[in-house]
């Protein structure tokens, strides 16, 4: 008699969490998680994959400390890459001897990533686009006027993620992701331990070309404060 789904063998649970990963990694790939939005709950996961929850949280885990996503505390867990590159580049910022040298380099990457997708955004942008510019300026803002620098460094690199995004161009979020440690720490160094007024640079014109739908302004905006930093 064919023995019932109920009594299969289970696999070890290795396996099952190699098997796990391997769904999650298959939905991001598919795109049914694109890069940039947030996941399922671990609930959600539990239930859409049929395995419990350790295995959920260890499988999440390793494509944590892969570069595939990214927890987020108070808000969720993020798709930031579809591969390895983002922790090489990490690597490449935190290990280098060259550090100076290689901020430099950071800013003239990200500027060719960014005065495209700012061009590209204020061509394609859609009224969700838009909401979510809105959201993280917003968020960018109040950061900046309460003095908190951890969560301005947070807001100012989501507000350049959600430019992006709004490009629409699933290769260019996917490389532009794989710097993201990259590009908080050029945030970061930029201001210090303190939100210095002469540290400000104000993104409601970038959001405003992008949502006029004039791209060679949005690029000119993007490509203002992506100057190489003194010295670099």
Known sequence: MTPSVDSAPVPPR????????????????????????????????VTALGVGRNTVREAVRALVHAGVLECRQGSGTYVVSTDELAPVVARRITDDQRAELRMAEVVEVRRAFE????????????????????????AREAAWHGGRVAEFVEADAALHTAVVAAAHNDMLAELYASVGTALRSTIARTMGDELAPERYVDHGRLVDAIRAGDPARAAREAGAFLEPPPGG
């Open 14 to 45: 290795g396996r099952r969490v190699q098997q796990t990963i391997a769904s999650l990694r298959d939905r991001i790939l598919r795109g049914e998680w694109p890069v940039g939005g947030r996941i399922p709950t671990e609930p959600q996961l």
């Open 115 to 138: 005065v495209e997708a700012a061009r590209l955004a204020a061509l394609r942008r859609t009224p969700e686009d838009l909401a979510a510019l809105d959201g993280a300026l917003a």
